[in-house]
């Protein structure tokens, strides 16, 4: 096979000019195969960024772990002309690069291409539908463009692509694999470090303890003279402010997150979104992670009372807590449709309640949902004891009360 002509093309656009896709010198044209697709012009895959450009980035090189090839090199079939791996260099954010592979069939037999995975979001083969399926003879090669999208990662980047494929030799069908990766080093506008904040697990036991605080800084790179316009968290249980600059380029930023409306155990994720003067990363994402941990579990935490019912209905409710607690009262309202049995003396670590929720009367207009509070005391192993009041909501069906008004 004379291959000394073929080399790897390379090609870059930023994010703020056309995507419209560079053509392929160097490579010859053929009418075998898939080359005929690939010496021809063809589009661009979209990315969904989210929300904004540059929020879909590309994973850092050292998470990209979860493909790998299994074939074994000894048995002839799809490889390389090359490195299987290429790396693009320094670039910048939200930069959109490409390389070609030229990948030939080292078979007797000819190769179908049987599928393509990717990585990431980040890093793709360009019309993979047309691709996939496709037949290379014997001693043919075709180009297999592969692009890596930047997005809005700091450092490195790096995405992997895995091909299968199949042929027939001596009746016998065989099954291979080829991993290509594309890898590239980030040169920021502007680095925030870190980019992920996780307060780990907070224990709702502690009152004083529901609300937490930390800071980020935004520091420029690439970027002369940074300016941060706004900083916005994603949720209202997060708020975010900027601190006044102390005699440096960079800024600090200080979150505080306040889980005090937490009431089962959950986890948390938001993210504060910095708008920053930068035409590359003009919107970057630093998330914010935590682990709320109830000490009260209330089973179920709702009561759908069903269509089919009708009359006063009786329903159990399960109160566990992480340390002992004394139930003190359940308190629904004075209009409230609904009466509960408990006991008050006993400490303990779980509580039953029986509900009766009563029929309603015909005349009734009124909101026939209801929310009963439940009031602890919990006793801590060191520290004094506290009152915690959890809400049990009640729902009843309106078809069941225009049954009853039949």
Request: charge should be negative; glycine fraction near 6%; charged fraction near 25%.
């Amino acid at each position: 096979m004379a291959s000394k002509h073929l080399r790897p093309v390379t090609g870059r656009l930023s994010a703020s000019r056309s995507r419209k896709r560079p053509s392929l010198p160097g490579l010859p044209t053929r009418k075998t195969g898939i080359s005929k697709r690939f010496a021809k012009r063809f589009e661009y895959r979209e990315l969904l960024f989210a929300g904004f450009l540059g929020l879909a980035g590309c994973s850092q090189q050292t998470a990209v772990t979860s493909l790998s090839s299994t074939s074994s090199t000894d048995v002839p079939g799809l490889a390389v002309i090359g490195e299987s791996t290429f790396h693009f260099g320094e670039v910048r954010q939200n930069e959109e690069v490409w390389t070609n592979f030229i990948l030939a069939n080292e078979a007797k037999v000819p190769i179908v291409i049987a599928g393509i995975k990717s990585s990431c979001g980040c890093a793709w083969a360009a019309n993979n539908d047309q691709i996939i399926g496709s037949t290379i003879p014997p001693n043919d090669y075709v180009d297999f463009p592969v692009f890596l999208n930047i997005g809005s990662q700091q450092h490195s980047a790096s995405g992997k692509i895995l091909l299968t494929y199949r042929y027939e030799a001596e009746n016998e069908p065989i099954e291979g694999e080829l991993l290509l990766t594309v890898e590239a080093t980030i040169l920021p506008d502007y680095r925030i470090e870190p980019l992920e904040i996780d307060f780990g697990e907070i224990n709702g036991l502690d009152p004083t303890g529901l609300t937490k605080k930390a800071s980020f800084r935004v520091t420029p790179d690439q970027l002369k003279t940074l300016e941060i316009a706004e900083v916005k968290p994603s949720i209202d249980i997060l708020a975010a402010k900027i601190l006044p600059l102390e005699k440096t380029e960079s800024y600090e930023i200080e979150i505080e997150l306040d889980l005090s409306s937490f009431t089962e155990s959950r986890a948390f994720r938001g993210h504060v979104v910095v708008s920053t003067n930068s035409e590359t990363l003009p919107k970057a994402l630093v998330t914010i992670k935590a682990q709320y941990v109830s000490p009260v579990d209330i089973q179920p935490a709702s009561l759908i009372i069903s269509s089919e019912k009708s009359g006063t209905t009786e329903e159990e409710v399960r109160i566990f807590t992480s340390v002992p607690s004394i139930l003190r009262r359940v308190n629904c309202g004075e209009s409230c449709l609904i009466r509960a049995e408990f006991d008050t003396a006993q400490r303990s670590e779980r509580h039953d309640i029986h509900l009766f929720v009563a029929p309603i009367e015909a005349e009734r207009t009124e909101d026939l949902d209801a929310t009963i509070f439940v009031e602890l005391e919990l006793f801590p192993p060191n520290g004094e004891s506290f009152s915690l009041s959890k809400p049990v909501s009640v729902y009843r069906f309106r078809n069941s009360i225009q049954g009853e008004r039949k």
